[in-house]
């Protein structure tokens, strides 16, 4: 009887055996699905793709497909992972192992050689199939600052030995540091983290690690902050402060402005000091203190070092508030000893010592900078802005997939009207409504709506110019406090809405779901009227209702759900801003470019780029590591010009950081130098004035062999090459 016990015993699972095979059996389904699903999708991009962003995608190479399925199949896996295991049990998933995935996205992204770079643009320029090698997306023409100015500038650097200073731009070596953030081997380059991948793998993976790294590192410092900010009282759910991270990570100012200004170094360094700052005092231990230290000194050396004051100032108010709220929170509680303070001392004497090195390095460019035409000192005085542009911000998600054109109350493209969907005015009105509720004040709260109203003030209705000064608003134009409002307000939003929720009924919340829906959207197509179509603005208004749902919701068994929903609304928009582009070859194998760096390694000399996008062109000879004379001045050089204008009678005009074209002419012209746009202008100048200015080559889009200079002549030297020719400056004996 006993072994005949044994034999059934054996013959049946236990229940954790049972819990287990069923767990395994749902895994393997989910990856089924999500396996079919990424073939589906895979095959169907292609329509997607010209549906969607008008852009046909004909004959696709198999690796663009397999990179297609490679980052659509962990994607859709995770969405089947709800189905098959609940939100919850993913959700804490998710937090327990953010980090390892964070880094895991950073790497499959260096390791696939794919970045968010639109440099695909080059193809379209040179007569070659812009479409080569985008996984998904479509590149973005407007951002000239990234990929002609940032991607090459840092591309030129792995030729430069990624010095300081970089001789490869005109006649006068460019500071590659304080102007524009390109890698640099230098001490203070600990402050811009995001450049290492430069520095450690070159070009190509460090674009990547560039992109990535960025993306990710904002999400999850964001999403920390939000828990951050709820305090002991957790006034912040997961979910909510999930939806908090992709407002700012996914908003469509964050992804239009990605790859310029330094937009997202400066919130990282705000959301991760504020971190730090509340971790360092509820800590006693000496080493997490002073580590603390050192990530808050490098935070605020971040911040510094983005160089952008327009959005700098508005943000250093809403750090101040911060700080001084968690100061608030701890008071009473905060005790250093006597080595930690010591120890402080020393992390913030180093800190000093890197941000002197920079400025006394980058002393003449500073001062260079802070004497141009353009940028110059900036005095301004705000005022001129719609009211109507605070609650308007739904249009923007439509902006990926349909170019902006002016409208009746707006002016702009694509990157100037983009905004946060920072839900205006409901973070406003749930902290009032919370604090009249409850009876009493919250510093943070009244600090944010305080502030709110005083940048509202100065874009709408403008300071006289003292105040404007006394308060640092004069570097701050009216258009560029979208930053620091929509940040307001989506603090507010996130941080108060749990409480609101808990003191109102289900009636209470979907009407305010419903009215914020009927008015965004209203505004919305009131703003963009030209640019919003019928089909448009449904979108828009479902898109308000889901995340307007999803933060009334927040106290609800629903909430999760419809806040993953609206996550996935904002990534969905966010996300396809920017392209998904696979190597760096429109930037690094141009036929035209590889045919200059062999001529220049032949016989080394100065090129210049003559005809239609030649300021353009300049850039990317650099980017391949040959010297160009006509390569964006980041600081101008006024004693190089002075051999063309000797009596500094044009010096306005290249006295600025600008695109220069140039134009070869018979005669030397009456009026060589002509303002075309506040950053850029063109020289006429005859051959004779090119060997003065040290120019031996010119690679131009025109016929210059037939023309007949005085005394010179251009002799062509190697192939027309997507409309490009090369020629020698040579003198006639």
């Known amino acids: 009887m006993m072994e005949v016990q044994n034999v059934k015993t054996l013959g049946t699972k236990t229940p954790a055996v049972k819990v287990m095979s069923s767990r ?24 997607f793709s010209a549906k969607v962003f ?11 497909k397999l990179l297609r399925l490679a980052i659509l199949f962990p994607i859709w896996t995770l969405v089947c992972s709800w189905f098959s ?40 320029w040179l007569g070659r199939n812009g479409a080569q090698d985008l996984v998904f997306g479509a590149p973005r023409p407007i951002r000239t600052d990234e990929y002609v100015v940032g991607t090459p500038l840092a591309f030129s650097q792995a030729y430069n030995d990624y010095g300081y200073f970089n001789w490869l731009f005109g006649d006068k070596p460019a500071d590659m540091f304080i102007i524009k953030d390109a890698p640099v081997w230098f001490p203070t380059e600990i402050f811009r983290p995001f450049h290492w991948g430069y520095l450690l793998l070159g070009s190509s993976a460090g674009l990547a ?16 902050f939000f828990l951050c900010i709820g305090g002991e009282k957790k006034l912040v759910s997961r979910s909510m402060a999930a939806l908090g991270s992709s407002l700012i990570t996914f908003a469509p100012l964050t992804q239009w402005w990605f790859a310029v200004n330094g937009l997202p170094e400066m919130l990282i360094a705000v959301f991760i000091s504020i971190c730090c700052f509340d971790y360092m005092l509820q800590r006693q231990e000496t080493w997490v203190r002073l580590l603390c230290g050192a990530v808050i000194m490098q935070c605020a050396g971040m911040f510094i070092f983005t160089l952008y004051p327009a959005w700098q100032i508005p943000m250093g108010y809403i750090l101040l508030g911060l700080i001084i709220a968690i100061v608030i929170r701890h008071w009473g509680k905060i005790r250093f000893k006597p080595i930690q303070i010591v120890g402080l001392i ?32 900036r005095m301004s005085k705000g005022g001129g802005r719609s009211p109507l542009l605070m609650f308007s911000s739904l249009a923007t998600l439509c902006l990926p997939f349909k170019d902006f054109y002016e409208s009746a ?18 973070g406003v009105l749930f902290a009032v409504m919370n604090m009249v509720k409850r009876r009493k004040a919250n510093f943070l709260d009244c600090y944010l709506i305080v502030f709110l109203v005083f940048m509202s003030v100065f874009a709408i209705v403008g300071f006289p110019a003292w105040l404007s000064k006394l308060t640092f608003m004069s570097s701050v134009t009216s258009s560029r406090t979208t930053v620091a409002i929509g940040i307001c307000n989506i603090i507010l939003l996130i941080r108060c809405a749990r409480e609101w929720c808990a003191n109102h009924s289900v009636k209470a919340k979907a009407a305010v779901a419903v009215v914020y829906t009927a008015l965004a959207a209203g ?48 990534a969905f928009s966010g996300l396809a801003v920017n392209p998904v582009q696979y190597s760096t070859k429109p930037i690094t194998d141009q036929p035209v470019a590889q045919q200059v760096r062999i001529l220049q390694e032949h016989k080394p000399g100065v090129w210049v780029t003559e005809g239609d996008n030649c300021a353009r062109l300049a850039n990317l000879l650099v980017a391949n590591g040959v010297k160009t004379f006509n390569a964006l001045a980041v600081t101008p050089d006024l004693q190089g010009m002075k051999r063309l204008d000797p009596e500094d009678k044009w010096q306005h005009i290249y006295n600025r ?16 130098f002509k303002l075309t746009v506040s950053d850029a202008y063109t020289i006429d100048v005859t051959p004779e004035q090119l060997e003065q200015l040290g120019v031996t080559y010119v690679l131009s889009a025109n016929d210059l062999s037939k023309r007949t200079f005085d005394g010179y002549r251009l002799v062509k030297i190697g192939e027309t090459v997507s409309g490009e020719t090369p020629y020698e400056v040579q003198r006639i004996n």
Not at 24 to 47: E, M
Not at 54 to 64: C, D, F, K, Y
Not at 95 to 117: D, E, K, P, Q, Y
């Open 24 to 47: 395994w059996a749902r895994l393997a389904l989910t990856l089924l699905a999500a396996a079919i699903i990424s073939s589906v999708c895979v095959k169907a991009y292609p329509w």
């Open 54 to 64: 008008n852009l046909t995608l004909a004959g696709t190479e198999l690796h663009i």
């Open 85 to 124: 295991f609940g939100l919850s049990q993913v959700g804490e998933w998710l937090h327990r192992n953010r980090f390892r995935l964070g880094a895991a996205i950073i790497l499959a992204a260096v390791v696939l050689n794919i970045s968010g770079s639109s440099l695909a643009v080059w193809n379209s």
């Open 209 to 224: 690690f560039y992109w990535s790294a960025r993306l990710v590192v904002l999400f999850l410092s964001a999403y920390q």
């Open 346 to 377: 020393a992390v913030f004497l180093v800190f000093a010592a890197l941000l002197g090195m920079a400025l006394l390095k980058s002393a003449d460019t500073i001062r260079a900078m802070m004497s141009t035409s353009y940028p110059g000192s």
């Open 409 to 426: 109350m707006l002016t702009g493209n694509n990157v100037e009207v983009s905004v946060f969907i920072d839900l205006c005015p409901l």
């Open 523 to 570: 505004i919305a197509y009131m703003v963009f009227r030209s640019y919003l179509d019928g089909s448009m603005t449904v979108s828009c208004a479902a898109a308000g209702f889901i995340l307007a749902a999803a933060v009334v919701s927040c106290d609800l068994k629903v909430g999760k759900i419809v806040a993953t929903l609206a996550t996935l609304v904002m």
């Open 657 to 672: 950081y600008a695109f220069i074209s140039i134009n070869i002419v018979d005669k030397p012209a009456k009026e060589p």
